[in-house]
């Protein structure tokens, strides 16, 4: 007999599946049969800014992070982003001993193409590709007492949610300058238990997204950037398989908002750069294909505070950075649950005028605990980024 049985949800099931749920900022065990995965960053100068970018938006990234910022870029651009994360997770039940695993994969995070348009006055510019704004990647293990028999309880969860997207930004007034960007959104992610045997899911998402923005030039140095997902919908495709059974499930998800807003200093030499995000977990709904929708209102919005800084250094002949984001988790089940931090840091180089290379690295940790088990995750992510602009 199974120690947690995925389709009944009671006991152990329903806590760690919500357990999960704290983990990828959602709850498909208790009150919705999808999840959409922790955030990560696009570009590795982002990543080496800890995600302060929706103000500073200068290249083809800001396809994701701030449309305006497309007409920040006067010339053609080829982007191209490889990443290589490992992540580990730590559980401990009871009085028995930790029992830990780890799993890494190796990626391409981003590519695409943005174009400028030669215009009389102002900037208008468009781009196009695609990249990975947030990971389905999860583990959690734990040993209790049919461990000795059965061997530990592991949940491994893999994959991505990929956006392959179009955007324009033009400067309609001096300073002020307005984006948009849309896109097709795919996902796949595959879990997979073992517990006294083993079983798991494929999901697989397929939907669109549309995203205005805004990029404000306040001085010389200052810029303020903002954004909002005003529209997201999905539809989603589940299949359960153990040793014995398999079931399918259709839904349509439909997420309201995510809101981006930033503020960055161009110095001579140096960049400061702040940004905050929010997403709208509250107001999500979902619902069978021959159903009307559900309000969810098992967890509270997902707020993050990112922070970073830039400075040139003659004697390598390029910049170096550093970040920090503090993550709010929105699972308001469990206490104590530890928000998740990310601390990052970075270099990059221009080559021959054209070239640009900069490398990334941060590494990120969350925690939670219960009466019955206590949770620590660590994630390392190292990216580097090309780009070339003619």
């Not at 080559?351 to 969350?366: E, K, N």
């Amino acid at each position: 007999m199974k120690r947690i049985t995925i389709q009944s949800g009671i006991n152990r099931a329903a806590w760690i599946f919500s357990a999960v749920a704290l983990l990828t900022a959602n709850s498909w065990a208790e009150s919705a049969p999808f999840n959409l995965g922790r955030d990560q960053d696009v570009g590795a100068r982002a990543l080496g800014l800890g995600g302060a970018y929706t103000a500073v938006a200068n290249d083809f990234t800001a396809l994701y992070y701030n449309p305006a910022g497309l007409t920040s870029v006067k010339q053609h651009e080829l982007h191209f982003s490889l990443q290589q994360d490992r992540l580990s997770g730590t559980g401990r039940s009871g009085g028995f001993a930790p029992h830990s695993l780890e799993q890494q994969n190796l990626k391409i995070q981003s590519l695409g193409y943005l174009v400028p348009v030669p215009t009389v006055r102002g900037g208008l510019s468009f781009a196009f590709g695609m990249y990975k704004p947030r990971t389905f990647d999860e583990v959690i293990s734990f040993r209790d007492a049919q461990s000795a028999t059965v061997g530990p309880y592991e949940y491994r969860a893999a994959g991505d949610m990929t956006h392959y997207r179009a955007g324009m930004a033009v400067d309609i007034a001096e300073g002020v300058v307005l984006g948009v960007a849309a896109g097709y959104v795919h996902g796949r992610e595959e879990v997979r238990v073992e517990d006294n045997g083993r079983y798991g899911y494929l999901r697989t998402y397929g939907g669109y997204n549309l995203e205005p923005a805004l990029l404000l030039r306040l001085n010389d140095n200052l810029r303020f950037g903002a954004s909002l997902v005003i529209k997201e919908a999905f539809g989603l495709e589940e299949v359960f398989e153990d040793e014995t059974s398999n079931s399918e499930g259709n839904y349509v998800v439909k997420h309201p908002m995510t809101l981006k807003m930033g503020l960055a200093h161009f110095g001579k030499s140096h960049l400061l750069s702040l940004s905050y995000k929010t997403h709208n977990w509250e107001n999500y709904r979902y619902g069978r294909n021959d159903v009307e929708f559900t309000d969810l209102v098992s967890y509270r919005n997902e707020h993050e505070l990112a922070v970073g800084a830039e400075q040139y250094i003659p004697l390598i002949g390029g910049v170096v950075r550093g970040g920090y984001t503090y993550n709010l988790l929105p699972d308001k089940d469990f206490n104590p649950a530890y928000n998740r931090h990310r601390v990052a840091g970075g270099v990059g180089f221009i080559m021959g005028g054209s070239l640009s290379l900069d490398l990334g690295y941060s590494f990120s940790f969350w925690e939670l605990q219960d009466a019955d088990l206590y949770q620590e995750n660590r994630e390392h992510r190292a990216m580097m980024s090309f780009a070339y602009r003619y």
